[in-house]
């Protein structure tokens, strides 16, 4: 059974800096697509970053380009998003997603994912 677990978020001042992690378990999730998305309270769910685990291709959504970036640790099972430069506007609930069929074309969809987390909360105050 896979699952994905995320850790790490919190409540920060706006321009410092955290890190999320996702323990992911239940595969080898060395040929998936991995992905970070959040959604903020009366939002639709929005991505943020996305990895593909084999190659380490990465791909950022426009908003976050720059400040994030997303990583993985083979020998772990994990992978991270570290968020730096935050902004009230990254507050949300943070989501990481598997892709078994590793469809990079459709990698900012949330549909092209098979598992979710829980999310973990992160809120920037300004």
């Known amino acids: 059974q896979v699952q994905l677990v995320e850790s790490g978020g919190g409540l920060v001042q706006a321009g410092d800096s955290l890190r999320l992690s996702c323990a992911a378990s239940?595969?080898?999730?060395?040929?998936?697509?991995m992905g970070w998305f959040r959604q903020a309270p009366g939002k639709e769910r929005e991505f943020v970053a996305a990895?593909?685990?084999?190659?380490?291709?990465?791909y950022y959504a426009d908003s976050v380009k720059g400040r994030f970036t997303i990583s993985r640790d083979n020998a772990k099972n994990t992978v991270y998003l570290r968020m730096n430069s935050l902004k009230p506007e990254d507050t949300a609930v943070y989501y990481c997603?598997?892709?078994?069929?590793?469809?990079?074309?459709?990698?900012?969809?949330?549909?092209?994912?098979?598992?979710w987390g829980q999310g973990t909360q992160v809120t920037v105050s300004s």
């Open positions: 990895l593909h685990w084999s190659g380490g291709s990465t």
């Open positions: 239940g595969r080898t999730f060395s040929t998936y697509v």
């Open positions: 997603a598997a892709d078994r069929q590793a469809r990079w074309d459709s990698a900012r969809a949330p549909y092209a994912y098979d598992y």
